[in-house]
């Protein structure tokens, strides 16, 4: 029987989890405007399970002590960058040159490049991924934060495999922090044909899916397991995910325990229900 060491006790049939630094298993959190105590608390519980850090959309320009929770955050070995839509906001206004003086200024070696609120030519968003993997790692995000514009799976494939190549560290599918658009549905459920046909051609562990909801986070365990790479994790959610993907929840309770195990708890459960109807 198999024990594997976790922080506190030892527990057979737990899943191997990969260690920091992460390629694969990511666990990206949201930042929305933590306080720097707030930071601080983030931290203390959940620094060994947290891989990246997005200041989410455009906080990066409002929030308090910026320069005081970057700090924090690659003290305890996570990595934060600014979403997307701050560098959508930069490039809009003629100004990439000073984002990237941006990014020097506040010492970020991850950048995210994306088009989710407007439209750049694919060929000059590969431009753009190329030019700033020279010295940083890029994060690339592909499909539209408009729930009124559809990708086809064809299109999502050539698109994830383009940017990949042009130096993307990984390609983020779009979920937006509601997750009801992108390779979600309106009402949150995944997109299944299309993510079937996505990773029929692109390398799972090459791809951050973006699933803020527990059961999107629980859908997206059960068809990868426990290392998937998922983000727009809410700060109190990291560890209720950390369960989920180890299988400490009952969404997930029986999905590494042996078949025999299953089956005889099952059974157990059927014969009380039967006892209850006597």
């Excluded at 990237?100 to 070696?109: F, M, N």
Aim: one cysteine or more; proline letters at 4%; charged letters at 30%.
């Amino acid at each position: 029987m198999k024990q594997t060491r976790m922080k506190n006790f030892s527990l057979p049939y737990i899943p191997d989890r990969t260690n920091k630094p992460r390629k694969n298993g990511l666990t990206m959190m949201m930042d929305k405007g933590l306080s720097l105590r707030e930071t601080e608390n983030f931290i203390e519980a959940n620094h060994h399970l947290t891989d990246i850090v997005k200041f989410g959309f455009g906080t990066a320009f409002v929030t308090n002590d910026l320069e005081e929770k970057i700090a924090l955050y690659k003290k305890h070995d996570i990595r934060p960058y600014f979403g997307g839509t701050l560098f959508e906001a930069f490039y809009a206004r003629g100004m990439f040159e000073d984002y990237l003086r941006l990014i020097d200024k506040y010492k970020l070696d991850l950048a995210e490049i994306s088009d989710g609120s407007i439209i750049i030519p694919h060929d000059e968003k590969c431009n753009l991924i190329h030019r700033m993997a020279k010295d940083r790692t890029v994060l690339s995000e592909v499909g539209s934060k408009d729930s009124g514009i559809l990708i086809s799976p064809n299109k999502w494939i050539k698109m994830m495999s383009t940017e990949l190549e042009a130096g993307s560290w990984k390609v983020i599918a779009e979920g937006r922090e509601s997750g009801n658009v992108g390779v979600f549905r309106p009402n949150g459920t995944a997109h299944t044909f299309l993510i079937n046909k996505i990773i029929s051609k692109v390398k799972p562990e090459d791809i951050l899916w973006e699933a803020p909801i527990k059961n999107q986070q629980v859908w997206f365990i059960k068809l990868f397991g426990a290392n998937v790479n998922l983000g727009n994790i809410a700060p109190n959610a990291v560890i209720p995910l950390e369960c989920l993907r180890i299988g400490l929840r009952g969404d997930t309770f029986f999905e590494n325990l042996p078949a025999d195990y299953a089956e005889r708890l099952k059974q157990v459960n059927s014969d009380e229900d039967d006892d209850e109807d006597e």
